[in-house]
């Protein structure tokens, strides 16, 4: 989940090169010098996937320590809320899978959407490669899992090795640098769009079970509202927020995993701006003008300045109409959702207890079923798919983007981890499997992400292949 990017930029890399910070940079104060190396950090590509790979490791190594009762009594500790006769009272792991979740579900509901509007899936032959390559990357792992797991224990885990964790598989492309082409980080960010639409359609169907129709249709008419509220026009994210939290409330109740209630809550977010390019351009030069004509005849005093104070409120408040709630609500959880509920979920979920013995964990049909699905089945299913896809004529392959590379992006596709894991506490509430699949998922996601990196880097940089311009024509 990285959103947007202009070119090989993101968004923040290509304001920064427009606009010259030292122009408007704070004064240097302690606080500044402070902060300045964790905003650097939270600006790169990769630190997400750092910060989840730490709370991964941490998450192991309190789980097996000799305070791993306080890892497990952590997770069970009960926090509840009320309002009037309403109370719901549930543990701490829940309010992370259930809650936190559904706020990260929300985000990836925000980037479909954006992704259908204006992204890779905007298009339908730009959009083709990417699907078909994704619902291989599907179907193929389910299958093989099915295989080793038909009627035994583990037959409901086969949604697990279906999802690719973008943020880890992104990650990886962006530590390899210019031996990546484009290309091939926009065809790996939609296919891990699709894959999401993929899981998020799983866990509505095959994991929802006894639908509590009264709390259903409250959730239905919730949706109606948010729907009326776009449409008449309500760009306030509050009126949204209210609505979402009656929605997952009513979600919960129903029977449907909470955290559907996030994607389906971001289908109704506005996308359209509430001023046109011209107007905007317009209001700004002139709210300007006027700005720096109060600040010839004071000294620069916005404090005491009336005059500054309403050219800079207007000026915010034609920004924020230009922007679409979905931006913006995109771009202001991106980064909460990043290092707060991902790490935060990898420390409630990836405490796997390596005790016991482990040779007969690793030889579980549910554990060789994850491994094999998302070692195997992701690369296989990814790369035959698409090869299909352009050999019909459905799709072409992207610029500069060579069929090894789609067989290394298809590698790092396998891994799964937060998508995996949380498929993971759908399909085995309470079971023995749950420890088999998570080491499944831990060893899958290591090798999968090496093994792939090592394919990539063993290319030439912005390698190309001659089928590139057959495919095209």
């Known amino acids: 989940m990285w959103g947007p990017t202009i070119g090989e930029e993101t968004l923040g890399e290509r304001i920064v090169s427009v606009v010259n910070p030292q122009r408007i940079s704070p004064a240097t104060t302690p606080i ?86 204006a992204g890779e899936l905007a298009s339908a032959r730009q959009a083709a490669l990417p699907i078909i390559a994704a619902l ?27 999802a690719t964790d973008i943020a880890f598989a992104i990650g990886m492309l962006a530590l390899l640098g210019d031996r990546v082409p484009l290309g091939l980080k926009v065809f790996l960010t939609a296919l891990a769009i699709v894959d999401d639409i993929a899981a998020v359609l799983v866990i509505a169907v095959f994991y929802t079970e006894n639908l509590a129709w009264g709390a259903l249709g409250v959730a239905v008419f919730c949706l109606v509202l948010a729907l009326v509220a776009n449409q008449l026009g309500v760009r306030h994210p509050l009126p949204y927020a ?59 005093d916005i404090l005491s300045d009336i005059e500054q104070q309403i050219s800079v409120e207007a000026l915010e408040d034609a920004c924020e109409k230009v922007q679409p709630p979905l931006h913006r609500l995109e771009h202001g959880l991106h980064p909460w959702v990043t290092f707060v509920i ?25 554990t060789i079923g994850v491994v094999l699905g998302l070692l195997l089945g992701k690369p296989i ?27 290394g992006a298809g590698w790092l596709a396998g891994i799964g981890f937060t998508m995996s894991l949380f498929m993971t506490g759908l399909a085995f509430i309470g079971s023995d499997q749950t ?9 899958a996601s290591v090798f999968a992400g090496v093994v792939g990196s090592i394919i990539l880097l063993r290319l030439p940089r912005q390698a190309s292949n001659p089928t590139v311009a057959a495919a095209k024509t």
């Open 32 to 117: 500044v010098k402070l902060a300045r190396p964790f905003q650097e950090f939270v600006g790169r590509e990769t630190s997400g996937g750092i910060l989840l790979l730490a709370c991964t490791i941490v998450a192991l190594i309190w789980a097996n320590s000799p305070w791993a009762q306080s890892y497990a009594d952590l997770w069970h500790t009960h926090f509840s809320i009320g309002l009037a006769s309403f109370s719901l009272d549930k543990e701490l792991h829940f309010w992370v899978n259930d809650a936190l979740m559904a706020v990260f579900f929300f985000v990836v509901g925000l980037e479909i959407k954006r992704e259908l509007l």
């Open 136 to 162: 291989g990357g599907v179907v193929v792992p389910a299958l093989i899992y099915a295989s080793l797991n038909a009627n035994g224990p583990g037959a409901r885990g086969w949604g697990i090795p279906m």
């Open 242 to 300: 209210l609505i979402g939290v009656v929605l997952w409330i009513t979600v919960l109740q129903s029977g449907i995993h909470a955290t559907l209630a996030g994607v389906l809550l971001a289908f109704m977010i506005p996308s359209r701006t509430a001023v046109n390019q011209r107007d905007f351009l317009q209001h700004g030069r002139a709210v300007l003008d006027h700005f720096e004509k109060a600040s010839q005849t004071e000294p620069f």
């Open 342 to 366: 991902m790490p935060l979920f990898a420390l409630a979920n990836a405490g796997v207890v390596l005790t016991g013995d482990l040779r007969e964990v690793l030889v579980q049909p549910t």
């Open 381 to 407: 299913g990814i790369l035959l798919a698409s090869w299909v896809a352009v050999r019909a004529g459905l799709a072409s392959l992207p610029e500069s983007v060579s069929w090894s590379q789609i067989h």
């Open 435 to 443: 420890t088999a699949a998570k080491l499944g998922i831990l060893i």
